[in-house]
């Protein structure tokens, strides 16, 4: 095959295809000749041309027909027409079946070439394009779902099942398990790829807000509203939206995004006139929906518009053969970022640790202690001493587990307390367990408290809570 490319000459005149091959030939293009449009389909089925060339009057099933055809086969394909009766209608039906251009009877040969090496340019940007989805997609495999367990690598099968579609995907998990990353990796092997992906976290943003944030206001719809100002939805139309934390939409909300979901149509704030978008949306949470249904907290039609294509991430506890390929990547990535030469190598004493570790916090917490780990290590080693202390001890981090599910406990006042130091731990205990409940999250934890965010992560601050425990 020619490095310059690859041409189908397609016409019923021997002379035609003759002067044809002499111009492409000469040119250093591959050429290859097809009497009928029938034997330009067999020829182009049997393997690729970069372009075509096609009479567009032939004896049999027509040129026209024959463009139908070949663009049935590869609806990338580059096809140029040509006649001896380049009508204004035979142009445009020829455009509107896709051919790359029409050209008429007689020519020059600067004409053939020039058409020809565009259709050619074509031809290679779009196979460019195409093979920097598959790397970018890879990649994603590659950086955020690293594993070798069959739990991922049916995700990995799933993920690609339905990246072509526009289904909504609902994506479930404890906290650190990567659900923007399969959000990610879906919307990067989808035909959206070259659009749009906006990631909002529901439970980031004040409740009161969040409307306004997703579909948009006009100046003076509310109090501050100076501006206006273009939605989430809007901004990302033709692409994909990651709804992160959807558990914590309010009900007025889940009304809207029903209405999204269904009309792809929704009315910024203080506006009258329609929007319409094209979005695809991938919804994530870490609490049961189907509880916040039976509780009344979450809309039933809602659950299963979003719930179309369910996918559930494991925890880093049921994949512990994913510990060592995952630890060997954030040493990589922390050594490049830390300027450290860490072997990627890990002794039998350091991988038993980290294997038998439960992860409370999965992927994120393995994340953490590689880190940690690469930051302080004194030689050029990962040792025991470098990992934190409740993995190194099984003990220490079970007593921290059950501190977060105990009570307080009863006080003994009649044999004195120090009043201020009974309250901050007091305080401490209900912070902890309410953020194990929460697997970490503030915005969740405050309001079982009752507390605002602010406050308690100030608290947080305070008392100096570890929240890489959760």
Not at 36 to 62: H, K, W, Y
Not at 103 to 119: C, D, H, M, T, Y
Not at 359 to 379: D, K, M, Q, W
Request: hydrophobic share 40%; aromatic share 6%; glycine share 6%.
């Amino acid at each position: 095959m020619s490095k310059k490319g690859s041409v189908l000459v397609c016409d019923d005149e021997e002379i035609m295809r003759d002067v044809l091959e002499t111009i492409l030939s000469s040119a250093g293009y591959k050429v290859e000749l097809a009497k009928t449009g029938e034997e330009a389909i067999a020829a182009f089925s049997d393997r690729p041309f970069d372009v075509v060339l096609m009479d567009v009057s032939m004896p049999g099933i027509g040129g026209l027909t024959a463009l139908e055809q070949l663009i049935k086969i590869d609806s990338e394909a580059v096809v140029l027409m040509i006649t001896a009766y380049a009508t204004f209608d035979t142009a445009i039906s020829a455009w509107e079946k896709g051919a790359f251009g029409v050209i008429r009877k007689p020519f020059q040969n600067e004409q053939i070439l020039s058409f020809v090496a565009r259709g050619i340019r074509k031809k290679r940007n779009e196979e460019e394009r195409q093979v920097l989805r598959q790397v970018m997609t890879r990649s994603v495999k590659r950086e955020g779902f690293i594993g070798r367990s069959e739990k991922m690598e049916e995700i990995f099968r799933l993920v690609d099942r339905v990246a072509p579609a526009r289904s909504t995907v609902l994506i479930t998990g404890e906290s650190g398990t990567g659900k923007e990353l399969v959000a990610k990796a879906i919307h990067e092997a989808s035909p959206r790829v070259d659009n749009p992906f906006v990631v909002v976290n529901c439970s980031n943003i004040p409740s009161d807000l969040l409307e306004s944030e997703l579909f948009g206001h006009s100046k003076g719809a509310f109090t501050g509203a100076v501006a206006s100002k273009k939605g989430l939805f809007e901004v990302a139309d033709t692409g994909t939206i990651f709804l992160d934390e959807i558990g914590d939409l309010r009900p007025e909300t889940q009304v809207r995004l029903l209405r999204v979901i269904q009309e792809r149509e929704f009315t910024p704030l203080g506006e009258t006139d329609i929007v319409n978008v094209d979005v695809r949306i991938i919804a994530a949470t870490n609490v049961d929906l189907k509880d916040a249904v039976k509780n009344g907290t979450f809309r039933e039609d809602l659950y299963y518009r979003l719930s179309v294509v369910p996918i559930e991430l494991p925890s880093l506890r049921q994949r512990k053969e994913d510990v060592l390929p995952l630890a060997t990547h954030f040493i990589r990535k922390y050594n490049e970022e830390n300027g450290r030469t860490i072997s990627e190598t890990l002794s039998p004493e350091v991988l038993s640790l980290l294997e038998n570790y439960q992860y409370p916090g999965n992927v994120r917490e393995l994340e953490n202690i590689i880190e940690r780990a690469v930051v302080i290590a004194t030689t050029d080693e990962i040792t025991v001493d470098c990992l934190r202390p409740e993995v190194r001890d099984p003990e220490l981090a079970a007593n921290m587990i059950q501190q977060t599910e105990g009570a307080s406990g009863d006080i003994d006042i009649a044999r004195g307390v120090n009043f201020y130091e009974e309250v901050k731990r007091f305080e401490i205990d209900l912070i902890c367990r309410a953020l194990d409940q929460t697997g970490g999250h503030q915005s969740r934890a405050a309001r079982l408290l009752g507390l605002n965010a602010t406050t308690l992560n100030s608290k947080i601050k305070t008392y100096a809570i570890q929240l890489d425990r959760f």
